[in-house]
């Protein structure tokens, strides 16, 4: 099972990045796919979380109203498009998924996870 991340780098305040997580060998494409971030010095926190048809998303308190999560089936890839960036969303992303059908937002629910990729913004 591998979950690749990709789409991070270096943007300033109110800018925008969209996320990719790629996914290859994952049992069952149904499993609910999620986004968590970790700032330095601080605990991994949970972002976004989508089912997989999409009729369920799930956003943490201080993305909800900026970022979107979505996904793509067809290309077991799924996507976290990120406006009006704060320097405060600076952290490393990870993108993992659940053994689930249903929104999960605790990390230990989710059982597979990709390597992370770094977002930074500047003010």
């Known amino acids: 099972v591998q979950l690749q991340a990709s789409g991070g780098g270096l943007v300033q305040a109110g800018d925008s990045l969209r996320l990719s997580c790629a996914s290859s060998?994952?049992?069952?494409?149904?499993?609910?796919r999620g986004w968590f971030r970790q700032a330095p010095g601080k605990e991994r926190e949970f972002v976004a979380a989508?089912?997989?048809?999409?009729?369920?998303?799930s956003y943490g308190d201080s993305v909800r109203g900026r970022f979107t999560i979505s996904r793509d089936n067809a290309k077991n890839t799924v996507y976290l498009q990120m406006n009006s960036l704060k320097p405060e969303d600076t952290a490393l992303y990870y993108c993992?998924?659940?053994?689930?059908?249903?929104?999960?937002?605790?990390?230990?629910?989710?059982?597979?996870w990709g390597q992370g990729t770094l977002v930074t913004v500047s003010s």
């Open positions: 989508i089912t997989w048809s999409g009729g369920a998303v």
């Open positions: 060998g994952l049992p069952f494409s149904t499993y609910v």
């Open positions: 993992a998924a659940s053994r689930t059908a249903f929104i999960v937002r605790g990390q230990r629910e989710y059982n597979y």
